[in-house]
């Protein structure tokens, strides 16, 4: 079967047959039972591979980065945090409500 070219365009049987010639062959089914095309394969993450069957660890591991890489996405950072912003409540509220904080 030939594949459309945007992945994003894939039918359940496109993602099954990519899962299976990309080396992930005993998750097709998997994907086909829980009728993943390639608009829902691009949101499958690591818990979304459990919830579909995936438990091996090694396997969500390859399997998330093969589906970033064939999306051109990236892994999160999860190093990244709101925390590391310069950023106030009180800031935040005084752009917000004029006079706020103010002494009465």
Same mark, same amino acid.
């Given at each position: ?17 990519w ?19 390639? *608009?829902? #394969?691009?949101?499958?993450? @690591?818990?979304?591979? !459990? ?16 589906? *970033?890489? #064939?999306f051109?996405?990236? @892994?999160?950072?999860? !190093? ?14 005084d ?10």
């Amino acid at each position: 079967m030939a594949m459309a070219s945007d992945p994003a365009e894939w039918s359940v049987e496109e993602v099954g047959e990519w899962a299976e010639v990309s080396g992930f062959a005993v998750y097709k089914s998997c994907f086909v039972t829980n009728f993943i095309n390639g *608009r829902k #394969l691009m949101t499958v993450d @690591a818990s979304t591979l !459990s919830k579909l069957g995936c438990t091996d660890f090694t396997d969500m591991t390859k399997l998330s980065q093969a589906i *970033r890489n #064939l999306f051109g996405t990236t @892994a999160p950072k999860f !190093s990244d945090s709101v925390a590391d912003h310069a950023w106030s409540p009180q800031r935040v509220l005084d752009g917000c409500i004029e006079g706020y904080g103010q002494p009465r």
